[in-house]
């Protein structure tokens, strides 16, 4: 339980705190220094290396929150209420990424390939937008976890 545990905290923390700091203090930084020409390329490279980083996470949140729940809570029917929000609730985190990776992020990387800046642009402000709702998404299920079962 303790791995399951630890690898489950730690594949939230890296999702959520990887979008939190995407969001709360790259985005400005890069808006302040980097021209509006060169800003696709940057997110592209970024997002890139975090997505990777965010697929494992979601096999990592997956299988270890199954396991948890069929192993220790005896299934379904004995996951508080707090189990069943933080699973509904990251499904829905889950979807969410799953259509900013196929859709604006793959036309963001044709945009860079194309060398379009202003499509890479409109790419870049979607995937803002989306990630903007994971965001309050993933904030509000590690509270969940961290207090569900106080509350």
């Not at 545990?5 to 808006?31: E, K, T």
């Not at 499904?91 to 860079?112: C, D, E, G, Q, S």
């Amino acid at each position: 339980m303790s791995l399951a545990i630890a690898l489950h905290v730690l594949s939230a923390v890296i999702w959520v705190g990887g979008m939190f700091y995407a969001y709360m203090a790259m985005r400005p930084a890069v808006v302040e220094v980097i021209d509006a020409s060169q800003r696709g390329v940057l997110w592209c490279h970024t997002l890139s290396r975090f997505f990777k980083w965010v697929w494992l996470a979601i096999v990592l949140l997956l299988a270890t929150g199954y396991w948890m729940i069929f192993n220790v809570f005896g299934g379904m029917a004995g996951a508080g209420w707090h189990i069943h929000a933080m699973q509904g609730l990251g499904i829905v985190m889950m979807l969410l990424f799953f259509h900013v990776y196929f859709a604006p992020f793959n036309r963001l990387k044709k945009a860079v390939a194309n060398q379009d800046p202003q499509e890479g642009g409109r790419q870049v402000a979607q995937i803002r937008k989306l990630v903007a709702v994971n965001l309050v998404l993933g904030l509000i299920v590690v509270v969940i976890g961290a207090a569900g079962r106080y509350l």
